[in-house]
């Protein structure tokens, strides 16, 4: 992967370096969110690319993946996002995604220019059905606004084949208000959910004030979803960096394993018996430093 810092570094892969399918290539940010991971020791430790490095990274992520995303702080900020994706379309990749904050997608004609370039997925973060909340979270005021607009946008569109997925991160400051988010989200079209566990990932973020216990968290989410509306919605939810030993057993199958590899995870007692310990990598360091591991059983 491409950060380097002394949390998240590219990982070797058996002597070989580890080639990830999401590409970072957003390096300012017109949100400043309070949970973010990409800033502090990632803006301290930022190497920033051009064009030409980044195609030629593109193209090594197409010999070993036939999908990729294209991430960052913002990566539609970039000056050359556009020539990008089109450099991305030449190679013929099954699913072209793009992850952002989406208020640059409340305006229709960024969103076809977009889509134009090739772009059959796109994620978009989203805190809290709560104006306040999630405006509080980004740490700028009229975000919820443009963000809203911009997922409005895509639905309006209904391009077939077009995937509409939606992350929403939980915090300690937005995660009681997951279910009304969640009917928010349904009632706008998306037909795709990311709930996921903000990891303690920079400074910021580095705090019980911002992580939940994971455990906790996780009773609550499946409490959440287990609620017959949810059940019958036809929504495809996943749960991201939850930790398959942090869930409920009924709940283990929509854990989804991040395919970024981190250096700051570590094996746990539980590791060597868990039947996960194929597609999960561990815990992170810092999080056993806020939490341990309590709550955490197979």
């Given amino acids: 992967m491409v950060k380097r810092s002394k949390n998240r570094t590219r990982w070797a892969d058996q002597g070989h370096d580890y080639v990830s399918p999401y590409i970072y290539i957003g390096y300012d940010c017109n949100n400043n969110c309070s949970f973010c991971s990409e800033s502090d020791e990632y803006l301290?430790?930022?190497?920033?690319?051009?064009?030409?490095?980044?195609?030629?990274e593109i193209k090594k992520i197409r010999e070993n993946y036939d999908f990729i995303s294209l991430m960052g702080r913002e990566p539609t900020l970039r000056p050359d996002f556009f020539d990008l994706l089109a450099f991305a379309k030449t190679l013929d990749f099954r699913q072209t995604s793009v992850a952002t904050n989406g208020r640059l997608l409340a305006y229709p004609e960024f969103v076809k220019k977009m889509l134009g370039c090739g772009v059959n997925?796109?994620?978009?973060?989203?805190?809290?059905?709560?104006?306040?909340?999630?405006?509080?979270?980004?740490?700028?005021?009229?975000?919820?606004?443009?963000?809203?607009?911009?997922?409005?946008n895509l639905t309006a569109l209904k391009k077939p084949g077009l995937s509409i997925l939606v992350n929403v991160p939980l915090t300690q400051k937005n995660y009681e208000t997951l279910e009304p988010t969640l009917d928010l989200l349904i009632r706008l079209g998306v037909k795709e959910i990311n709930i996921l566990w903000v990891a303690p990932l920079s400074r910021r973020s580095r705090t019980r004030d911002i992580v939940c216990h994971m455990p906790t968290l996780s009773r609550h989410v499946a409490k959440t979803l287990k609620k017959e509306k949810y059940q019958k919605s036809g929504v495809k939810f996943l749960l991201v960096e939850f930790l398959p030993c942090?869930?409920?057993?009924?709940?283990?199958?929509?854990?989804?394993?991040?395919?970024?590899?981190?250096?700051?995870?570590?094996?746990?007692?539980?590791?060597?018996?868990?039947?996960?310990?194929?597609?999960?990598?561990?815990?992170?360091?810092?999080?056993?430093?806020?939490?341990?591991?309590?709550?955490?059983?197979?």
């Fill in 121 to 152: 997925q796109v994620g978009i973060s989203f805190n809290s059905s709560d104006e306040k909340i999630h405006d509080s979270m980004t740490a700028c005021p009229g975000s919820f606004e443009q963000t809203i607009k911009g997922i409005k």
């Fill in 246 to 298: 942090s869930l409920p057993k009924d709940f283990r199958d929509l854990f989804f394993p991040c395919l970024e590899k981190n250096s700051n995870k570590t094996r746990i007692d539980l590791c060597p018996e868990c039947p996960y310990k194929f597609s999960c990598d561990g815990v992170l360091r810092d999080y056993l430093e806020l939490y341990g591991q309590e709550g955490l059983k197979l």
């Fill in 44 to 56: 301290e430790n930022l190497q920033k690319k051009d064009f030409k490095q980044l195609k030629t």
